[in-house]
């Protein structure tokens, strides 16, 4: 790996995907997370020819922008996903950059491990927008826009910048104006978004969209199995995510250990 280090970071998780991709095919299963944009056609978009060594196949230097933020009070939930969501897209030829606020790449170190470009806001500045077209002049391919105080207006303003914008939400409480929404809440339902978004827009609603690692898909099987035996709880996982802004996982330890939950 050293003799890689000089290498940018997308190039980087490009290499890192073909590797996991060739180790895949020999010990039998896929490390493809989850069925997300497999199927969908972005054949009209303009392409680039470059290329990576090894990855055979990948037509490269599609440029994907990924707004989602990090941070104590905030969790790290917005960018886990969509680290899930930017190794589908890897597979399909993007170079990936998360454009964060300050404080995020702390907050999530994951970030750093999947070695992906990192595009930090200045603190100075609200004007996200303006500070993203900077950075990329000539525009971009795709940009996904993953946080909750983001809506319409800023996705409008990235219209013109951005071939393709696609919005994840959980909330169907604010306008989007994006091509492709993903909601993978359980209960959704399309008429939540009635009047939220374009008529236009490819809604991707339900847990079958759930940007999910793979491990988790691995173990669904054992875990449903492992539900139907009876007997005593022998193992509790007590999660707040990626963080307890509130320092709740002590209260919570103590009411299970006075619960005599068995």
């Not at 190039?11 to 073909?18: A, G, N, P, S």
């Amino acid at each position: 790996d050293e003799q890689f280090q000089h290498v940018p970071r997308s190039l980087q998780y490009r290499r890192r995907r073909y590797c996991n991709q060739q180790v895949s095919k020999c010990c039998g299963f896929s490390t493809r997370s989850i069925g997300l944009f497999r199927s969908f056609d972005f054949s009209e978009r303009r392409t680039r020819s470059s290329g990576i060594s090894g990855a055979k196949g990948v037509n490269v230097n599609l440029t994907a922008v990924i707004r989602a933020d990090a941070a104590p009070n905030l969790g790290i939930g917005h960018v886990a996903r969509c680290l899930s969501l930017a190794s589908v897209l890897a597979d399909k030829g993007y170079d990936i950059t998360f454009a964060s606020r300050p404080g995020t790449r702390e907050s999530a170190p994951m970030l750093d491990d999947a070695a992906v470009e990192i595009f930090e806001f200045k603190p100075d500045s609200d004007d996200e927008t303006g500070q993203m077209k900077k950075q990329w002049p000539a525009g971009i391919d795709l940009l996904v826009v993953d946080s909750y105080e983001l809506d319409a207006n800023f996705e409008t303003g990235c219209r013109k910048w951005s071939q393709q914008i696609v919005t994840i939400d959980d909330l169907a409480d604010r306008r989007h104006d994006c091509d492709i929404l993903v909601d993978s809440s359980p209960a959704r339902q399309a008429k939540d978004y009635d009047g939220r978004i374009p008529n236009d827009c490819n809604l991707m609603l339900g847990s079958s969209h759930a940007l999910l690692r793979p491990g988790f898909a691995r173990l669904r099987p054992s875990t449903i199995h492992r539900r139907g035996k009876p007997g005593p709880i022998d193992r509790l996982l007590i999660n707040f995510g990626g963080t307890d802004a509130w320092n709740l996982t002590p209260l919570v330890i103590e009411a299970v250990a006075l619960s005599k939950l068995k």
